[in-house]
């Protein structure tokens, strides 16, 4: 098996554990300003044209977190110099810069999600973390290298 593909398993696996722990948030209402589909919503639906769909969201959400980053872990893992976890949480922050630089400003939260306040921020860079730890974790245990 090879390390894209093992990246790929461990970025499901890490992405699930994100999207479960986002439902977690969603049913105690702890940071409801940050909907992590309605974003991927509103940039498939602004910049793609695409149809205003939940389920669209939550494919993007897999795609991304699962085939680019754990592709993206694969490919810099060797030429990072720590642990499958540290390297899972570069990673996962590098994920959280992207979305603060990136996608937040795209759908009109403002760049590091200054429009959606710093629950946001906070719980987002949260899950990233949590996404990298298990990225990391799970790689090393797959056997990855």
């Known amino acids: 098996m090879s390390n894209y593909f093992k990246g790929i398993v461990a970025g499901f696996i890490a992405t699930t554990v ?3 722990l986002m439902f977690v948030k969603n049913y105690f209402g702890v940071f409801t300003e940050l909907n992590v589909v309605d974003v991927i ?3 498939n639906t602004s910049y793609f044209g ?3 769909t939940a389920w669209g969201a939550w494919v993007v959400h897999f795609i991304t977190g699962s085939v680019i980053y754990g592709i993206v ?3 810099f893992n060797p ?3 720590e642990s499958f976890t540290f390297n899972g949480i570069i990673i996962g922050v590098g994920a959280w810069f992207v979305m603060m630089l990136l996608v937040f400003p795209l759908i009109g939260g403002g760049l590091f999600a ?3 306040g710093e629950h946001a921020r906070v719980a ?3 899950l990233h973390v949590v996404y990298g730890v298990v990225l990391g974790y799970s790689y090393g245990k ?3 290298s």
Do not use: E, H, R, Y
Request: hydrophobic share 50%; net charge positive; glycine share 12%.
């Open 18 to 20: 994100m999207t479960l």
């Open 41 to 43: 919503d509103n940039v």
């Open 50 to 52: 695409l149809p205003k």
């Open 73 to 75: 872990f694969a490919f």
């Open 79 to 81: 030429k990072l110099t």
């Open 114 to 116: 200054t429009v959606l």
């Open 124 to 126: 987002s860079l949260g």
């Open 142 to 144: 797959i056997g990855g």
